[in-house]
């Protein structure tokens, strides 16, 4: 069965009723750009195939009911519990952080039945909850006829996670749920939201990517991801900007002798050199160059792994390997800590790559990775 299908069959099960639509949003892998987004930096993320749907329909009066697939589990809230956040815990808190950020925004939040379903692994550094936020958006949206536009979503999105939830992440992960396109590479300004959408045809170029899940066990991530953002804020006020999109490339040196520390300096630089390296990416992908990124790919996943930190064993291992086994490029993707690598091959390479990164692993004694090869899917959608 479908993802959308069994969504379909979970609101059939769960309310004994049809679901008026049945929204989609996707989980999405960064080409390049970490750590960048809550810097006022620049990403370059594209959605992946795999999608978490949201089958729905009203429901009378300010209460939500929802089901997941997942757990099994069916949740019920009402207003009392959106009035402030945090009051909904667990998977369903992303779904009440919705109906509480548009509530605060000021929307008439209808009430509704919903059933979710999803193809998005958990804590993989894909992207699910942003997934599952656009997905309950765009229902929420359609159902109450609210208006708000594609382009104003992943900011209340966000809200959710950062205030609701509780997670301090940036705009990047929203704005791919929703903003992607099919084909293409969401190129973002994440202080202006501005987007471009960039053409990424990798069957065109006889390239794939694979992006293969490290399967390495989850190491603190909330409290190191926004131990990072905390370091990045201290040093841009030091260094009396914004945000460390203001620093410019030119003169890095100097302006990294001004911080007080060696730790902070690696931070800093991180942080401006991948948004430059974000830039030079989107210049190749203009000029068709997708072969030529993979040397960007692999800075990138350097400076993540020496300057900022924030990856481990496991991923370090399957960069390499790939590398090894004749990837253009490789880094890790998403917040760190563990999730995924992406790997740039030549398509008819993937399963030598693939296999090179199992053997590595199985060298290493660590626990076997999983694959898989993809292409830019759509942003948030309605099924029907
Ligand atoms: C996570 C966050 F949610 C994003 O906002 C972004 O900061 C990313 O980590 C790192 O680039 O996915």
Redesign the pocket.
Known sequence: MTVADRAAAGFHQVYAQPPAGRWAAPGRV?LIG?????NDGFVLPFALPLRTVAAAAPQPGETWTVWSELTGETVDFGAAEVTGAGRVTGWAGYVAGIVWALREAGYQVPGARLAIASDVPLGAGL?SSAALEAAVLAALVDLGGLDLPAEAQPRLAQRAENHYVGAP?????QSAAIRCRAGHALFLDCRTEQVEHIPFDLNAAGLAILVIDSNAPHRHVDGEYAARRNSCEKAAALLDVPALRDVPTDGLDDTLARLPDDETRRRVRHVVTENQRVRDTVELLRARQIQQIGPLLVASHTSMRDDFAITVPEVDTAVEAALAAGALGARMT??GFGGCVLALVEADHSDTVANAVTGAYARRGFTAPTHTTVTPATGATRLD
Not at 34 to 38: K, N, V
Not at 169 to 173: S, Y
């Open positions: 960064n970490e750590h960048t987004d809550y992207s992440t940036g705009i990047m992960d998403g917040g």
